[in-house]
């Protein structure tokens, strides 16, 4: 009930093209659904985040839509960019003294110039 | 300024061995955890301390030590290194909320035990 299921395991868009990574979690706790970018080399960093009272939120190129019946939410990035060449992780957490994060088996996107 | 720093980067050492990763917060949170990422690039949590007290122990070898000297400060230390701990291990850190809340990355320390 802990898991967060991520797809798909590779993605390659052309420049300018969408991309879209989906993740489906189990547990009805989680409140708090964020995605992080990982380049090689470093730590995964906040992308962008949503709540289950919201059903999108979008910050530049990036958007969240989240499906709460469906036990849903995906990651757009519009216009994709060479530079957003990256691995991109889900994950799910709720709140309290176990605030862990519980992350997908991530996505590696590869935008071709 | 670095949020959360951890040392070393990189640690390569023998079978058997036994070394420490130190890790420092300075965005003045009440919980730090450590993760571990596999070959595959798969992030599992493996300890999670609040307030200098362990939270999480996530079924992990008790080869595995951590240690909270302060609340900004979370070190991890590893008894004979097996070739299976070979992997990169991140500290995070996060406020501590009624709900769920960003957690901030270090860069990450790779281990490669030969």
């Known amino acids: 009930q802990q898991q967060v299921k991520q797809s798909p395991q590779s993605l390659i868009v052309q420049k300018g093209g969408i991309s879209i990574i989906n993740c489906a979690y189990e547990?009805?706790?989680?409140?708090?659904f964020p995605w992080y970018q990982q380049f090689p080399g470093k730590g995964p960093a906040l992308l962008i985040a949503i709540r289950p009272d919201v059903s999108e939120k979008k910050e530049g190129r990036f958007t969240i839509s989240f499906n709460k019946s469906a036990k849903q939410f995906s990651l757009h990035i519009m216009d994709s960019q060479p530079g957003d060449s990256a691995t991109y992780f889900c994950?799910?957490?709720?709140?309290?003294?176990?605030?862990?994060?519980?992350f997908g088996t991530g996505t590696l996107l590869a935008v071709q110039p | 300024d670095t949020a959360v720093s951890q040392t070393p980067k990189y640690l390569v050492t023998q079978m058997g061995n036994d070394k420490s990763i130190k890790c420092e917060q300075n965005?003045?949170?009440?919980?730090m955890y450590w993760y571990k990422q596999d070959s595959k690039k798969f992030l599992k949590i493996m300890f999670s301390y609040n307030n200098k007290e362990l939270i999480i122990n996530e079924t992990v070898p008790n080869r595995f030590s951590p240690k909270s000297p302060d609340k900004a400060h979370l070190n991890l230390h590893i008894n004979s290194l097996e070739l299976g701990d070979s992997a990169v291990y991140f500290c995070?850190?996060?406020?501590?909320?009624?709900?769920?809340?960003?957690?901030?990355f270090g860069q990450g320390t790779r281990l490669t035990v030969v």
């Open positions: 995070a850190s996060s406020p501590q909320t009624l709900t769920g809340a960003e957690a901030f």
């Open positions: 965005l003045g949170h009440d919980t």
């Open positions: 547990n009805t706790a989680f409140d708090y």
């Open positions: 994950a799910a957490s709720m709140g309290g003294a176990t605030n862990k994060l519980i």
